[in-house]
Nanobody, 123 residues
Framework: QVQLVESGGGLVQAGGSLRLSCAAS????????MGWFRQAPGKEREFVAA????????YYTDSAKGRFTISRDNAKNTAYLQMNSLKPEDTAVYYC????????????????WGQGTQVTVSS
């Protein structure tokens, strides 16, 4: 069974950057799409970004377009989320997920989830 571990979260000022990593173990993830979701306090978990198996296509929620970049390194079994120009409204727990679909944007498109990493953006 695959395990996903997120890292790279933390406290950053508005306008700053963070790079999240999602390391997979127990199974190669090259056959899975990978995605990032986030859940802010009091809100439902929402889609942020996703990337296809070979990294050829990426998808973003509107609020992430132009600021966030999802990437993956299948040789390292790892996905990344580079987040620039962070805003206080980006504050949330960020989750990594993998799914057998070619791509997904909904929670039900993904089969395995990490425990999440906290991102806090101060104003």
């Amino acid at each position: 069974q695959v395990q996903l571990v997120e890292s790279g979260g933390g406290l950053v000022q508005a306008g700053g950057s963070l790079r999240l990593s999602c390391a997979a173990s127990g199974r190669t993830v090259s056959m899975y799409c990978m995605g990032w979701f986030r859940q802010a306090p009091g809100k439902e978990r929402e889609f942020v970004a996703a990337i296809t198996r070979n990294g050829g296509s990426t998808y973003y929620t509107d609020s992430a377009k132009g600021r966030f970049t999802i990437s993956r390194d299948n040789a390292k079994n790892t996905a990344y989320l580079q987040m620039n120009s962070l805003k206080p409204e980006d504050t949330a727990v960020y989750y990594c997920a993998i799914g057998l679909r070619a791509i997904g944007r909904e929670e039900h498109d993904f089969d395995s989830w990490g425990q999440g990493t906290q991102v806090t953006v101060s104003s």
